[in-house]
């Protein structure tokens, strides 16, 4: 087939680090410490390519409103089951190839040095590498079915990553976790792909040589006539199911927190800065579909509220640093889904890119904390590390704030981007609990801040003489990701609503909005958007003002005696954040207990009645032949009467039977 | 009643009850050969009697009843030569003690 | 009906005086009596040696029918035969095979009660259709046979030749056969024990079989 350049670089994109993976696979294990000698460059090239690809997309505008769209080859010719190779790159696309290959360069070259000493880290270099390859794939995949095999991928990739230690009971645990869980949103998720198949036959996302494409066929249907609003509704939440299990919302939220079992490469990548952002990523791109369901985008928004201020409530208490950081991420992919719930495409998908980068950076700083006090993980052992450990805490600071949503950094455009949106268009609880939680952001990050940097230190003394700082491949992406978290907001997000991101992404979302009757006024910051505004810059404050105050910063120390004052006072919400609201427990309750009591009586079924059945017809046989082998008395008399016996009845019968 | 082919014939089958029931019932074995006689001989007794009232058979049915007789004398020469050679290996002429064809 | 020529010159009434049956039936009953009574203790006898004797009795009625039925030569043959031979025979077999606790053990199988059961099943067979067949009779009874017309059918009719030469073969089977069951070998070697000839063949495999592990 004949490809143009852009073409062939897409194709580049993927076929790259899957190489990389099978080549890594194979010879990596003799490459010894110069594994990553195969993975890394790839990704370097990846990038590249990436970004050369970005440039054209939304700099250049090469490829139009449109996009480019192209087909590799025919995948499953199957009459009316049809289904082809089709790769797409628009501007949604281009942001996120943004995030994706910058930050998995990033943690590629990273995990040069945190994996330097583990003898497994072939393996891990290969698995990375293949977790690209199926992330490019769902952000490039232009149809239903090719997207869903990406979606298995990366779930695949991300059980091999968290379960990269699996000689660790736990790990393996986890990840099993993980895949289960998933597997449940994916259900849903493929349930609301065939929906959409039995309703438009096709499952191209838009217009192809083939026809058109389900993003103009469903809204047509609707307006038509041919589905009702409650079809379309349905179809709608049966994808969404497959968003919440993927990005870990209620209630399919409780894989996160446990996948951290994994490297913290693992977890700055997977689940901070890509895999769990799929869900947005799907739900923004199926905009035509969620917009025309307006039930839909209700659940969409209250669930992704409700996770947010359940996950946040949780990292009040946890004492695993990677386990705060884990709930955050809970929290503010709740608020990505609140902002795709309340019609604010683009600013969710703002929030989704500048989330990803100051995550990941919070992620590989926390990896380099733990690396540098010794594989140490709980906060209560950390403290006074800020003079010991200067890039990481600085990166980190910056990190904080930023999630905090503190102007100017990045997180505060684009979080209150949604928040405005939600009071703009009527959201009022969703505003609320949206600032709610802001408040909360900023207390729980710096209280992480002052129990590890600040204060004194509750090191363990045989550790405390070897702290030290990482080496330049850890510390130089973080630095890296630092600039962003610092001037991302400014550089694409200002003014407010209609920022060069706005720019890029309104081709996207400009049927959406048009449909959900949203109207973007000027921004006027001496109206209403300015009182949210500094509304929302004030709650972020508010949350860390708190957080310092109990926790410390710099020289200052932790209140101990407040902290337990105010544990004391909020008894019964502080044991419920202990016990994640003790949703892992109603799962297996539910799920393990009862589950496990069915496939036991299950199985007590397979062995007693089906089993007893067949082995019975056995038994049954063996003792039939053993009862008629008495008749071989060895006399032969017995068989003299069983001959005149016989005889006899053969004579009866045939003189009064047949005569 | 001697002159109904009825009665003859009768009185073989009867015969021939007595000689199954005996093969059938003892445990002696010279006693179940003995059995086998009085069965054919109630067999050549059918031969006659059927001889007896169709003329044109009559010197069939003595030739049959005499070839049987002979065949008769030559088996019974046989089983007991059988017996009595078992009995010197097993001590007993008791057949249901003859079962080691059983198992 | 006329009676036999013999009983022609007792000058006996024509019938028996009370009965008014024919002196044919009464002999005739009288001979089927005692057959089947004598077959019967044959059967039922705990005695063998009494069993044997009835047995001889049974054949000495048997040779009575026949020549009521007017075959006299198989009748001749009957007495020289069955009880002149075989019975003999028998007794010597029984002879042969006495054992010390004879007297005392069971006459009957556990299956005996089956066996009866058969027996008159089979009896009731015969008798019922019998009884309901029609058969094609042509002409009188009791036609003496002549040993001339046995005889010419013997040697003319080739059937009846090839049955003779097979019956005689037979025959001389049987009489080798039975030498050589019942003979007893005297071995050579002085030390080694009598064995029957059964046993003399048994031994090699015995022999055999001791070889192989147990």
Not at chain 1, 324 to 345: D, E, P, R
Not at chain 1, 411 to 423: M, N, P, T, V, Y
Not at chain 1, 603 to 617: E, H, M, S
Not at chain 2, 20 to 29: D, Y
Request: with cysteine; hydrophobic share 55%.
């Amino acid at each position: 087939m004949n490809l143009t350049t852009n073409e062939l670089l897409v194709t580049l994109l993927l076929v790259l680090p899957l190489a990389g993976f099978g080549v890594s696979a194979l010879i990596g294990r003799r490459l010894y410490t110069r594994a990553w000698i195969v993975a890394v460059p790839v990704l370097i090239v990846t990038w590249l390519i990436a970004m050369y690809l970005v440039y054209q997309t939304l700099f250049l505008g090469t490829f139009g409103d449109g996009g480019l769209h192209f087909t590799l080859g025919t995948w499953i010719p199957a009459g009316a089951f049809h289904v082809d190779f089709n790769f797409a790159v628009d501007n949604l696309t281009a942001v996120l190839l943004i995030v994706v290959t910058t930050i998995g360069m990033l943690v590629h070259v990273y995990s040069i040095g945190y994996m330097a000493h583990d003898p497994g880290r072939w393996r891990f270099f290969a698995y990375l590498n293949f977790f690209m390859f199926s992330m490019l794939l769902l952000v490039l995949a232009d149809n239903f079915v090719l997207l869903f095999a990406a979606w298995e991928l990366v779930g695949l990739s991300s059980y091999l990553l968290i379960g990269f230690w699996y000689n660790r009971r736990s790990a393996a645990l986890a990840a099993k976790k993980a895949f289960l869980v998933n597997r449940v949103g994916d259900f849903g998720f493929a349930l609301g792909i065939a929906a959409v198949w039995t309703t438009v036959g096709t499952f191209n996302f838009t217009t192809t040589t083939a026809g058109p494409g389900v993003f103009q066929l469903l809204p047509q249907a609707l307006q038509s006539g041919a589905i009702q609003p409650w079809q379309m509704t349905g179809i709608a939440l049966l994808l969404f199911c497959g968003a919440v299990g993927k990005s870990a919302q209620f209630p399919l939220h409780v894989w996160l927190p446990d996948a951290m079992e994994g490297p913290t490469p693992v977890s700055a990548l997977i689940h901070a800065a890509t895999m769990v952002n799929a869900g947005v990523y799907f739900i923004a791109r199926a905009n035509p579909i969620f917009s025309q369901a307006p039930q839909a985008m209700v659940v969409v928004a209250a669930i992704g509220i409700f996770t947010a201020i359940l996950a946040a409530s949780i990292a009040f208490t946890q004492r695993d640093i990677k386990r705060v950081l884990a709930y955050s991420t809970l929290s503010q992919l709740g608020y990505m889904f609140a902002g795709l719930g309340v019609g604010a495409y683009a600013a969710a998908i703002f929030h989704l890119m500048t989330h990803g980068f100051f995550k990941g950076l919070l992620f590989l700083g926390s990896g380099s904390v733990i690396h540098s006090v010794h594989d140490e993980q709980d906060m209560n052992k950390m403290g006074a590390l800020w003079r010991k450990i200067p890039i990481t805490h600085w990166t980190m600071l910056i990190g904080s704030i930023a999630l905090a949503g503190i102007p100017p950094l990045a997180g505060f455009f684009s979080k209150d981007e949604i928040l405005g949106s939600a009071f703009k268009n009527g959201f009022l609880v969703v505003w609320i609990i949206g600032v709610v939680v802001a408040v909360m952001t900023g207390f729980y990050m710096f209280r992480l801040m002052g129990k590890t940097f600040y204060g004194e230190s509750h090191v363990d003394p045989e550790v405390e003489p070897k702290i030290h700082e990482s080496p330049w491949t850890m510390t130089l992406p973080l630095i890296l990701l630092a600039i962003p978290a610092l001037l991302l907001g400014i550089a694409i997000g200002w003014p407010p609503d209609s920022g060069q991101i706005h720019q890029w992404l309104e081709p996207i979302f400009a049927g959406a909005t048009q449909t959900l009757g949203i109207t973007e006024g000027q921004f006027n910051f001496a109206g209403i958007d300015g009182t949210l505004i500094i509304i929302g810059a004030a709650a972020a404050a508010l949350g860390v003002v708190f957080g310092i105050w109990f926790f410390g910063l710099f020289g200052m120390r932790e209140k101990r005696s407040q902290v337990e004052r105010l544990t004391n006072a909020l008894r019964p919400l502080y044991r419920a954040s202990v016990a994640k609201w003790w949703f892992d427990d109603l799962n297996d309750l539910i799920f393990v207990r009862f589950g496990g009591f069915v496939a036991r009586a299950l199985w007590w079924f397979d062995v007693r009645v089906v089993d007893g059945t067949v082995n019975g017809i056995g038994a049954l046989t063996q003792d039939t032949g053993r009862g008629i082998r008495q008749i071989q008395t060895g006399r032969v008399q017995n068989y003299a009467l069983g001959i005149a016996a016989g005889l006899l009845l053969i004579a009866v019968t045939y003189i009064f039977v047949v005569r | 009643m001697s002159h109904s082919l009825d009665a003859y014939l009768i009185l073989s089958g009867l015969l021939f009850s007595i000689g199954v029931f005996g093969f059938l019932a003892r445990r002696n074995a010279i006693a179940m050969l003995m059995s086998i006689e009085l069965m054919l001989n109630a067999v050549n007794l059918a031969a006659i009697a059927f001889g007896a009232f169709t003329p044109s058979l009559q010197a069939h049915a003595a030739l049959i009843a005499l070839l049987v007789m002979a065949v008769a004398a030559a088996e019974a020469t046989v089983g007991l030569a059988i017996v009595i050679a078992i009995y010197r290996n097993r001590r007993t002429p008791l057949v249901d003690e003859y079962a080691s064809m059983r198992d | 009906m006329t009676p036999l020529p013999v009983l022609a010159d007792l000058a006996l009434p024509a019938n028996i005086p009370i009965l008014g049956w024919a002196w044919d039936d009464l002999l005739f009953l009288i001979l089927a009596g005692v057959m089947l009574g004598c077959a019967l203790f044959v059967v039922l006898g705990r005695n063998i040696v009494r069993s044997g004797i009835a047995m001889m009795g049974c054949f000495a009625a048997l040779a009575g029918i026949y020549v009521l039925a007017g075959a006299v030569i198989v009748a001749a043959s009957e007495v020289l035969v069955y009880i002149g031979a075989i019975s003999v025979l028998i007794l010597f077999a029984i002879m042969l095979t006495q054992t010390k606790s004879g007297p005392s053990e069971l006459v009957f199988h556990h299956q005996a009660w089956a066996g009866a059961l058969a027996a008159i099943g089979f009896c009731l067979l015969l008798i019922v259709s019998v009884v309901n067949t029609q058969w094609p009779l042509a002409g009188s009874d009791r036609l003496v046979a002549s040993t001339s017309a046995i005889a010419m059918l013997l040697f003319q009719d080739s059937l009846y030749i090839f049955a003779l030469q097979v019956v005689a073969v037979l025959l001389t089977a049987a009489v080798i056969g039975g030498v050589f069951l019942a003979k007893r070998e005297v071995s050579s070697d002085p030390g080694e024990p009598e064995m029957a000839t059964l046993d003399r063949l048994r031994a090699p495999v015995e022999a055999a079989t001791a070889d192989q592990p147990a």
